[in-house]
């Protein structure tokens, strides 16, 4: 055994060895800071929505996350940009209109608690045919959810918050209430949103007064609405076809 020398003690001592402590400790200590604040934010963030949701079982948001965004992008480069966007209440929504959507982006709408198992399943196996991600499969909770607070950003992250939001959003709204902010928030052109804007913007007429071709054609619209706004093709009339022909079989919220 090798002996340790005074000089060698005097150098291990138990004050020139602390520091090398605290230095762990500290870090882990940073670590559990930061992973509390995100904890908190996240927390505070829910329940913000949380709050928002229970405010709009009657009352209706100025504009939505991403009209905002819409909006100070289009600002950038046009100071006096605006959109147009007229909310107006569910029984001045064309009946055609509300069965049009549902037909093109839901038909499932009035069963389903939010999602759409089925739907998810057959857009996880065309992102995995195509190798990207092509297909979301998106109720149209979900896309409420979406709209009223996130980004059209395509992550894991901003899906998993979709979900919750989608959680809270079936929790908190009748499926009528639902379909009536859906309506009233969904782009429908080049700064056009809500059903009101979108019927006077594209046939001049108010939105309760939509025929089933022009409702159909809305809803045809409504995956690439800023491409489509002033453009006519075959895919576009061959789908508002379809759709006219699926309304008779969904269901909408009375």
Do not use: C
């Not at 998993?160 to 929790?171: F, G, K, S």
């Not at 009748?174 to 052109?189: C, D, P």
């Not at 379809?242 to 309304?247: E, H, K, Q, S, W």
């Amino acid at each position: 055994m090798m002996d340790i020398s005074p000089t060698m003690q005097d150098q291990i001592t138990p004050e020139r060895a602390a520091p090398l402590l605290p230095a762990s400790t500290s870090k882990r200590r940073w670590i559990k800071r930061v992973l509390l604040a995100v904890f908190t934010l996240f927390v505070g963030w829910n329940l913000w929505v949380f709050s928002q949701l229970l405010d709009w079982r009657s009352q209706s948001p100025e504009m939505s996350a991403f009209m905002q965004q819409t909006l100070e992008s289009q600002r950038a480069k046009n100071p006096k940009a605006s959109l147009s966007h007229r909310p107006v209440a569910y029984n001045r929504i064309s009946p055609y209109l509300k069965r049009a959507v549902i037909a093109a982006e839901d038909a499932a709408f009035v069963d389903h608690s939010g999602f759409d198992w089925e739907g998810i399943q057959l857009a996880l196996e065309k992102n995995i045919e195509k190798g990207r991600f092509a297909a979301g499969g998106s109720t149209i909770s979900q896309q409420l959810a979406k709209n009223l607070f996130l980004s059209s950003e395509r992550s894991l992250l901003r899906k998993a918050e979709e979900t919750i939001i989608t959680v809270m959003l079936e929790a908190t709204l009748s499926k009528h209430r639902i379909l009536e902010l859906y309506l009233n928030y969904a782009e429908w052109g080049n700064g056009i949103y809500g059903a009101e804007a979108a019927a006077r913007h594209h046939y001049g007429v108010p939105a309760s007064m939509l025929s089933p071709w022009q409702a159909a054609r809305l809803a045809a619209i409504l995956p690439n609405p800023r491409y489509y706004d002033g453009r006519r093709t075959d895919w576009m009339y061959e789908k508002t076809e379809l759709i006219l022909d699926r309304m008779p079989k969904v269901r909408i919220p009375s």
